[in-house]
DNA sequence: AACTTGACGGTCA
DNA sequence: ATGACCGCCAAGT
């Protein structure tokens, strides 16, 4: 069901440690490929509406871009998110994308 | 019912 | 390195 594909999206996102990022791709891939990247992003659209509260700033696309910050409440709420948590960001850009990426592949896989 | 759009990602020119 | 194209599939028009 599509259902639990959003709820498992909805799930990793809200794994995600705090000061860390993922990628649309890796939520898609960890999930087995079912579906693809865009149904990740599409399923970020309704995690608003979700009655838990999911850290959707950590997720960005394998650019480390904030593609999804015109989403929030505000024009920079995403970008002030990440930095708050120790993030660098330049131009809607995460620097240290690297360092601070949290693949559930790795991480979850065992 | 058909076409377009999109918080993506990978490949090819 | 930059830009265009294709695949993926749900939702909107």
Do not use: C
């Amino acid at each position: 069901m599509s259902e639990d594909f959003f709820k498992n999206v909805y799930e990793i996102v809200r794994l995600i440690p705090y000061g860390r990022i993922t990628s649309y791709g890796a939520i898609a891939r960890y999930l087995g490929t079912a579906k693809s990247s865009r149904m990740v992003g599409w399923a970020m659209n309704g995690s608003h509406t979700q009655a838990e509260y999911v850290p959707a700033h950590r997720v960005v696309n394998r650019n480390g871009m904030l593609t999804g910050k015109h989403f929030f409440s505000g024009e920079n709420i995403m970008q002030e998110l990440l930095e708050n948590e120790g993030i660098v960001i330049e131009d809607d850009k995460i620097l240290n994308f690297q360092e601070r990426f949290w693949d559930p592949i790795k991480e979850l896989e065992l």
